[in-house]
């Protein structure tokens, strides 16, 4: 490797070999250890997915069955972690309430520095567990209210629905909750990702590698776009504000949130248009489409001024809206969905390791010495110290 293979970004750098997931961008397919993540959202269950992005393979209606139980089984919540999380300030913000959570986790596991496969799996289902109750009781807790038990009698999504909400969600919303986890669920190798493998690959555990996941997932450039669509929203209000606002941000030359891809800036990212098909159907289903006439104006401007496509977030962020997620759960949801995808890739990381440690093209000076700054300033020559050695 030279220095002048240096890649900004490692924009298409190729940077691990993995049988989890493969984005086919060319033939518009999320391929999903074999599967087309869009025929899974269509015809499987968000735990179907969590076990196939786990064992490999598609459980059957026997072994969905068993996973299920098994997670259930870890709903319960250790009371100290509620009690570290009501310690944190009103307006903190839900990601970092999610990587507090996330982290403390680590100490209650009597099997943290197992790094087996099967002990990571017994992990993974820990935190399928109780992910989605740090964030929805994280947000319970940290704004003043009693967190909610689990609902074990519910299906796995509507229970995490229900916990967000605070009611039972009706079958079309858990169905286009569930259908919306798998959309998230694993997307190859995004930084968050990254950031989890390569943390994974000092043979720390899987808590550390998600709470780093967390941490890169927060920011606006990632995960933290389907928030930041839903302020643009509800700032916009009406298809003329959205036009307006839309319009301005681009003439002042800022990022519309929701649209741009690192992989699919030339081609659909196919899982937003999954999203635009759940939001017609709870729009339909609540007799206003105001939010899906606003996202479509808005997908029309910004595709004929800078040609970009929208990507998950900005259709999921409306969708979240209608099922009546608060907003600053909007990316602990994400992260929630994404929990099954890390897992699997820190379990493949560790069955096959090698620690991450690249190099870098240096741009510093060199031959600097301690102590002389002010003598290279009286210098008549002008301290040419570096070339001299
Ligand atoms: C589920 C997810 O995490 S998907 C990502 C969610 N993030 C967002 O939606 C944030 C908005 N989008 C973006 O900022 C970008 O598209 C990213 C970060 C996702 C990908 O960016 P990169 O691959 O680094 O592309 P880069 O930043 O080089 O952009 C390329 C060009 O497209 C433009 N561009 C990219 N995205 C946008 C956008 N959302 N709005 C306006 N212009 C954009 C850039 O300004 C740049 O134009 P230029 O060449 O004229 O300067
Ligand atoms: O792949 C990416 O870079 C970001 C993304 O869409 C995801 O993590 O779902």
Partial sequence: MRESDYVPG????????????YLDVENEQIIIRGYD???LARQAGYLEVAGLLLDGSLPGVDEKEALEERLKAEYGMNDAIYRLLALLPKDANMMDVLRTGISSLSSYDPELDDRSREANRRKAVRLLAKVPQLCANGYRIVTGHEPLAPRADLPYSAGFLYLLTGREPSELEARLFDQSLIAYSEHEMPNSTFAARVIASTHSDVYGALSGGVASLKGTLHGGANEAVMDMLL????????????RS????????????HRVYMKKPDPRALLMKEALAELSAE???DRLLRMCVVGETIVASEKKLFPNLDYYAAPV????????????PVFFA??????????????EN?????????????????????????????????QENG
Avoid: W
Wanted: aromatic share 4%.
């Fill in 10 to 21: 490692l924009e298409n750098v190729i940077a691990s070999e993995t049988s989890i997931s």
């Fill in 37 to 39: 993540l869009m025929e």
């Fill in 235 to 246: 700032e916009a209000e009406t298809e003329a504000g959205m036009e307006t606002l839309v």
């Fill in 249 to 260: 941000k681009l003439a002042a030359k800022e990022r519309i949130m929701g649209f741009g």
């Fill in 286 to 288: 609540r007799g206003d």
């Fill in 320 to 331: 979240y809206h209608l099922l009546g997620i608060p907003t600053p759960l909007f990316t």
């Fill in 337 to 350: 969905a994404r929990t099954a995808g890390l897992c699997a890739h820190v379990m493949e990381q560790h």
């Fill in 353 to 385: 390791n090698r620690l991450f440690r690249p190099r870098v093209r240096y741009t510093g000076p060199r031959g600097l010495r301690v102590g002389r700054g002010a003598e290279r300033e009286a210098d008549p020559n002008g301290g040419n110290e």
